[in-house]
Nanobody
């Protein structure tokens, strides 16, 4: 079972990035998927989640700016990030939970990707 995150990079404040997370070795369509992030010196925090029927949930800090989506045919979950702010700078992780509900805490997730760095300059 593997999750491979990609799409991070350096962007100016106000810009956009799209993260992707490709899954293999699991029945992707039956998993809830989530994005988390961890900034230097801080704990990993929930960013967005999507369940098996594409219901979504967002952290207040990203609501209205980020959009999570999934393509079950491609076993991939996406995070579209718009209007980026310097405080969005972090390593972003995708994760999979064997649950039909949207999971918001770290310990609800079974599989984690390797992380991709997002840096937003002011």
């Amino acid at each position: 079972v593997q999750l491979q995150a990609s799409g991070g990079g350096l962007v100016q404040a106000g810009g956009s990035l799209r993260l992707s997370c490709a899954a293999s070795g699991l029945t992707f369509s039956s998993y809830a998927m989530g994005w988390f992030r961890q900034a230097p010196g801080k704990e990993r925090e929930f960013v967005a989640g999507i369940n098996w029927i594409s219901r979504t949930l967002y952290a207040d800090s990203v609501k209205g700016r980020f959009t999570i989506s999934r393509d079950n045919a491609k076993n991939t979950v996406y995070l579209q990030m718009n209007s980026l702010k310097p405080e969005d700078t972090a390593v972003y992780y995708c994760a999979a939970a064997s649950s039909r509900c949207i999971a918001t805490s770290n310990d609800q997730y079974d599989v984690w990707g390797q992380g991709t760095q997002v840096t937003v300059s002011s």
